[in-house]
């Protein structure tokens, strides 16, 4: 079973809507949490970091971290056709600094 | 800034072969990492290095050697292609320090048949 799982979708949303995107993990040592984008035929670039557990706002982008469900999610408000892309979410420990575990990725269409 | 450059950008190989994939990155990060990118398996690590002369073994080194003789640079070779590492291969820096943001080269795509 890998530490990381994530639904590969694809996840269909109209303009507008706000895109709900999940990770569940199973190592309760990880700390640090990724959400990247990555566009197609593209390398993922990052949107959010958190450390350790909470809510982090960047713009139209939330991440939230619950270490109790081992479970965090990245919504996306007012989604655009420009967010269509594949999320992935890593994750770190902090005795392993250095070793990211990414799930599968999800993939997002948007659209007009 | 150039980033993270990766080299070639598609490569073709026949099993038994050998090659090496260049990354090189100009922000003066200590931190380097190269990835497998594979349908439905995410982003697996290979191998990483945490500055000049130090690597080590991510999820997946079976089949790679690295080295890291400069900062800049980092290349990933290929001892013996087996189809089994026909897939798109990412190369990535970031600081060293509380370092979680990784900058991601375009990728490699490799087939080897």
């Known amino acids: 079973q890998k530490e990381v799982e994530q639904d590969p979708g694809p996840l269909s949303v109209p303009e507008g809507a706000i895109v709900s995107l999940n990770c569940t993990y199973s190592?309760?040592?990880?700390?640090?949490f990724m959400w990247y984008r990555q566009y197609s035929r593209k390398g993922p670039e990052l949107l959010m970091y958190?450390?350790?557990?909470g809510n982090k706002e960047d713009g139209r982008f939330t991440a939230q971290v619950d270490k109790s469900s081992k479970y965090i999610s990245l919504f996306i408000r007012d989604s655009q056709p420009s967010d269509s892309a594949t999320y992935l979410c890593?994750?770190?420990?902090?005795?392993?600094?250095?070793?990211?575990?990414f799930g599968a990725g999800t993939q997002v269409v948007v659209t007009p | 800034n150039a980033g993270v450059t990766q080299t070639p950008k598609f490569q073709v190989l026949k099993t038994g072969q050998s090659m090496t994939l260049q990354c090189a990155q100009d922000m003066n990060h200590e931190y380097m990492s190269w990835y497998r990118q594979d349908p439905g398996m995410g982003l697996r690590l290979i191998h990483y290095s945490v500055g000049a002369g130090i690597t080590d073994q991510g999820e997946v080194p079976n089949g790679y050697n690295v080295s890291r003789s400069t900062t800049e640079d980092f290349p990933l070779r290929l001892l013996s292609a087996a189809p089994s590492q026909t897939s798109v291969y990412f190369c990535?820096?970031?600081?060293?320090?509380?370092?979680?943001?990784?900058?991601f080269g375009p990728g490699t795509r490799l087939t080897v048949t």
């Open positions: 890593a994750m770190m420990t902090t005795d392993s600094w250095g070793k990211f575990q």
């Open positions: 190592n309760s040592a990880f700390q640090y």
């Open positions: 990535a820096s970031s600081y060293s320090s509380g370092g979680t943001e990784q900058y």
């Open positions: 958190t450390y350790s557990s």
